[in-house]
């Protein structure tokens, strides 16, 4: 890709699943791009040239507009809420069937033969997971500051957390322990754990800010019920699963080295899959398309050509 292709403003639309639920999305194209629809409607983008964004939580909403509008310069990039959070129906149930079904309506709403599939964190595991159920309609895959096969990542990480977070542990366990905290409450709640996953403290107020904004009020149900089904998974069987599926899709890993979480923990997946490159950012940490944007941008760039 030799030109830069500015994005326009995205077009918003509910797809409603098979069970009635209202999930929000955002379709970004480039600003030359003429619709095949009216723009209350969902365009038809060419069967192999659009993406789809998962984003992290579980339970939050999307955050994923600047990667969608670098993605938007090769063709469609779709984002969503998942069910429960952000601008879509809080309706469960909250399982990991069900979410993977939520993505494959967004994907034939939007009418994509095999999106270029796209998740950060949690949503990287989402996507991952679609891959592994769903491998015929993935045309590849970006695997962002996911956290690999296991959890023995955990205990690492949360002593990382509580080492960031002791500043502000006061403050965090009493609004946390607000039997009905305000909107107000629960925002200042998000704004002291977001701030530790950013390597720069002096552009970490920036960037949670506008991580932020809009806020929306999650249900903690989501986190709960797909946090403890994840954990049942064994790390043996998904390799073993990693391992056979086609080598014919790619993937690219995409680790911030500065991520809380421990990047050794995604080792088990990038060795499992049969054709995986993986692009670490030495200054980036769990948002690395915020860290890092100039080489984010060209991992991303030389990825999807």
Request: proline content about 8%; hydrophobic content about 45%; some cysteine.
């Amino acid at each position: 890709m030799t030109a830069h292709v500015r994005a326009a403003a995205p077009t918003e639309s509910f797809v409603v699943t098979d069970d009635g639920c209202r999930l929000w999305t955002a379709r970004h194209e480039a600003a030359n791009a003429a619709p095949d629809v009216a723009a209350s409607d969902v365009a038809k983008p060419g069967p192999d040239s659009a993406a789809i964004l998962c984003h992290g939580g579980p339970g939050f909403w999307d955050t994923l507009a600047p990667i969608a509008e670098l993605l938007a310069e090769r063709g469609p990039a779709v984002r969503w809420d998942q069910r429960g959070g952000g601008r879509s129906q809080h309706q469960g149930p909250y399982t990991l069937h069900r979410f993977i079904a939520d993505l494959d309506a967004v994907r034939s709403a939007h009418q994509v033969d095999r999106p270029v599939l796209v998740g950060h964190s949690w949503g990287a595991s989402l996507a991952l997971q679609y891959f592994l159920a769903c491998p015929d309609r993935v045309r590849s895959l970006i695997y962002i500051a996911g956290v690999g096969l296991s959890w023995d990542w955990r205990p690492e990480h949360n002593a990382a957390s509580a080492r960031a977070l002791a500043p502000a542990a006061a403050k965090l366990a009493a609004l946390r322990a607000l039997a009905r905290p305000t909107a107000g409450q629960q925002r200042e709640a998000d704004v002291i754990r977001l701030l530790t996953e950013f390597p720069d403290r002096s552009a970490a107020r920036g960037h949670v800010e506008r991580l932020l904004s809009p806020y929306f009020v999650g249900d903690p149900a989501v986190n709960q019920a797909l946090n403890a089904e994840m954990r049942g998974l064994t790390e043996a069987d998904l390799i073993e699963r990693c391992r056979a599926l086609p080598e014919s899709v790619p993937v690219l890993i995409i680790d911030g080295a500065l991520d809380p979480r421990p990047r050794w923990a995604v080792d088990s997946l990038a060795a499992a899959l049969p054709n995986v490159r993986r692009v670490t950012l030495t200054a980036a940490g769990h948002l690395p398309w915020l860290d890092s944007p100039a080489e984010f941008a060209a991992a991303i760039r030389e990825f999807v050509l």
